[in-house]
């Protein structure tokens, strides 16, 4: 495939495909002109992470990420703790698969303020950073739209991430995962994508669209073009800032997940062919 070509940047993550087995992921992503890879650890359950990463790299697909760490605040510190436990394991995982990345979905805990949440989250990064940058893993965090600021995730623009990652250092480490539905709205997005990529910390870059009317605010995301975010726009401010990694298409959609899969999967294919055409 032609480094120019469209697809050697394209990334699907397994999620997109929710209803299709590890294996048929690897399979079909790679026979479609798929370039990338982004397993979700759901993916890895019952299975060796060694032998699934094998499996990825043989078909010709590079492994980019995994999802998901993160959801760091809680309300007790044992609470806390599991959750960093568990982001260790994450670390492994990632290490073993070869991934090189690992998107942080940071968490929130409904009714604690934003600010305590926010200071969690930084001291959870902050205790597994060491096991990342030694495991050779970067941790990449993900703002969530503030719809999600209560429950899923306190962290909400590129600022606040760009401010934690300021905060802790590690720039080799610790990064951004910039999601087009996410933080499409953001008036300071354009100056906040330069400050990201700058730094050195625009680590990955994820697709999809937001459907007006949107009828589930996590499984309704909508296939690129199909709804109202700007993303060519987006793409070309990112793209300015030198940033040639992988464009990852995430869904989650129960109307596509319902579909069969293949045709969902060209469906992608083309949508993605016609926005870098």
């Not at 096991?131 to 899923?152: Q, T």
């Not at 709205?185 to 354009?190: K, S, V």
């Not at 060519?232 to 940033?243: E, L, N």
């Amino acid at each position: 495939m032609s480094p120019s070509s469209p697809l050697s940047r394209l990334c699907l993550h397994t999620i997109t495909t929710k209803p299709w087995s590890t294996e048929q992921c690897i399979s079909r992503y790679a026979a479609a002109g798929v370039r990338g890879i982004t397993f979700w650890r759901y993916n890895l359950e019952g299975r060796s992470p060694e032998v699934v990463g094998r499996q990825a790299r043989e078909a010709g697909l590079e492994v980019v990420s995994l999802c998901r760490g993160g959801f760091f605040p809680g309300r007790t510190a044992a609470e806390r703790q599991h959750s960093v436990d568990d982001n260790r394991r994450c670390i492994e995982q990632a290490k073993d698969l070869g991934a090189p990345l690992i998107v942080l979905v940071c968490g929130a805990v409904p009714g604690q303020s934003l600010v305590e949440s926010r200071k969690q989250i930084a001291d959870g990064i902050a205790a597994i950073l060491p096991e990342a940058e030694a495991a050779g893993v970067k941790l990449g965090i993900e703002p969530l739209h503030p719809m999600y600021a209560d429950d899923r995730s306190a962290v909400n623009t590129l600022k606040q991430a760009n401010e934690i990652c300021d905060a802790l250092g590690s720039p080799a480490s610790l990064g951004i995962a910039a999601d087009v539905y996410h933080i499409w709205w953001d008036p300071d997005l354009e100056s906040q994508i330069h400050r990201t990529a700058q730094a050195k910390r625009l680590f990955a870059f994820h697709l999809c669209d937001w459907k007006t009317p949107t009828t589930d605010f996590l499984n309704d995301r909508g296939l690129m073009g199909e709804g109202c975010i700007p993303i060519s726009v987006i793409s070309q401010w990112v793209d300015a800032t030198g940033y040639t990694g992988m464009r990852e298409v995430e869904i989650f959609s129960n109307r596509y997940w319902s579909m069969d899969q293949s045709e969902w999967l060209s469906c992608i294919m083309k949508s993605y062919q016609e926005l870098y055409a």
